[in-house]
């Protein structure tokens, strides 16, 4: 039952909206805003680019919280620390924890308190630019690969609901003209 209403919540979004291009552009801002190492700034951020880029603001918001929310937001941030490592420290060779700022050796000193850090960051201390780097390039990266695959999943969506509603329209046509005969 709770699964019948959001998908049908997000089936109604989906159909209100006019245009494919602007449902999948919607969708894939929602996508780089969940992503993104932005939790403070995620509603701006919706409010700002739906405005900008003139998209549907509730197919982002949806989009955003559906992917960014209490459960997945320690696997995303994880997912674009170690992108975010990967891609200053072993593919552009950069020391990314001499250009750390201040404040990020004073977190991972606390973090340091109560989670071992060395053990889980590699023998490093946290870097604040993995993080911040990895929450930009991950989500472009992510979001340019799902406008494709979106907008041909929506429109089979919208082809598929609108089919369906047509054949239940003939169906009830049928019927009534075998109820009039």
Not at 74 to 99: M, R, S
């Amino acid at each position: 039952m709770i699964l019948d209403k959001i998908k049908n919540f997000f089936l109604k979004l989906i159909l209100e909206e006019s245009s494919l291009k602007k449902l999948t552009l919607s969708f894939c801002f929602g996508n780089f805003i969940a992503w993104s190492a932005t939790i403070p700034l995620q509603t701006p951020l919706i409010f700002l680019f739906s405005w900008l880029f003139r998209l549907n603001t509730k197919v982002t918001f949806a989009t955003v919280y559906l992917i960014s929310n209490p459960l997945t937001i320690v696997p995303i941030y994880a997912i674009d620390y170690a992108f975010g490592n990967w891609f200053l420290n072993t593919f552009l060779k950069i020391d990314t924890i001499k250009y750390n700022p201040a404040f990020a050796q004073t977190f991972s000193n606390f973090l340091n308190r109560y989670i071992d850090l060395s053990r889980i960051l590699s023998g490093s201390s946290f870097c604040f630019w993995c993080l911040l780097i990895g929450g930009i390039v991950l989500p472009i990266i992510l979001s340019i690969i799902l406008y494709p695959i979106m907008k041909v999943v929506f429109d089979k969506l919208i082809k598929l609901y609108k089919n369906n509603v047509k054949n239940r329209e003939n169906l009830r046509l049928d019927h009534e003209d075998n109820i009039s005969k």
